[in-house]
């Protein structure tokens, strides 16, 4: 989720209604109970429209950021919003509805509470499909297989780092005795004395939530210059494969190990790609 819409759901609670540019008007008659649950939604489609001026003001208080620099930010994240609009994505106002394209090309919205159904308590169906339980079962297993190999293979990065930094030290040591002159012994070459890092899932580590890789350094630079805008700590790094030169763009987060999953599934939701987890070496 990107932060400009969680601010333009407060700016509904309050005020309850806005233009988003050359996506539409919202009008909320009314939030129904503590759970958010829109009552009452207003959406009217229009190309033309422009943003609501007290929005940007809005955004710009509450960030204590400069008008001019919300105004600009906000352009760019309503342009990403059509995007994925146009190619068949649909766009998340949270606890408010849901904006997508229909057949024809023009928008269309589904209020939160139609698309999403929480469970109350005291409030159970009578009757369940007799295969809700398998259903269940299933997801929660392939979850736990998932998470299984996202902690191994953490925990698999970070042993080769600690190995690979132990070896380093002690290569070290050897080439700064008074000896230089005598080869360094197999047994320091094959060092076995590095044990696997035992890691549990309430450990945090700064991990790469790599999104993109690509040839063009100029996508490279702007991309992650605009995710920064966005209050996202980006970076890349490059690699040189078939002596061309590729840049990886990530994300860098501290993240404890059992949420791993969860904040790759958000990225991948929020940025529209796939996801690859990687533990981050230089810190």
Do not use: C
């Amino acid at each position: 989720m990107n932060r400009f819409d969680a601010y333009i759901t407060d700016y509904l609670r309050e005020n309850k209604e806005v233009a988003l540019e050359k996506i539409g008007y919202i009008k909320i008659a009314s939030f129904a109970g503590s759970d958010a649950e829109t009552a009452s939604v207003e959406y009217i489609f229009d190309k033309k429209i422009t943003t609501s001026t007290a929005l940007v003001e809005y955004i710009a208080e509450k960030s204590s950021k400069n008008k001019s620099i919300i105004a600009a930010d906000l352009e760019s994240h309503f342009r990403q919003v059509r995007e994925f609009i146009n190619i068949g994505k649909a766009y998340e106002l949270p606890q408010i509805g849901f904006i997508k394209a229909n057949r024809t090309g023009n928008y269309e919205f589904t209020r939160f509470s139609e698309t999403v159904k929480p469970v109350r308590t005291g409030m159970q169906p009578s009757s369940k499909p007799s295969g809700s339980n398998n259903n269940r079962a299933v997801v929660q297993v392939i979850s736990l297989v998932i998470a299984i190999a996202i902690l191994s293979g953490l925990g698999w990065q970070v042993y080769q780092i600690f190995s690979k930094k132990k070896k380093n030290t002690t290569i070290t040591t050897v080439a700064n005795t008074d000896t230089a002159t005598a080869a360094v012994p197999d047994s320091i070459v094959a060092d076995t004395t590095a044990q696997p890092v035992t890691l549990s899932a309430n450990d945090s580590l700064n991990i790469r939530y790599i999104f993109e890789t690509t040839a063009s350094s100029l996508r490279a630079r702007t991309r992650t210059a605009q995710l920064k805008n966005f209050g996202n700590n980006t970076g890349y790094d490059s690699t040189v494969i078939n002596n061309t030169k590729y840049y990886k763009l990530y994300i860098l987060k501290r993240t404890k190990i059992a949420d791993t999953l969860v904040i790759k599934d958000s990225l991948a939701k929020f940025l529209q790609k796939n996801i690859t987890v990687q533990v981050d070496t230089a810190r």
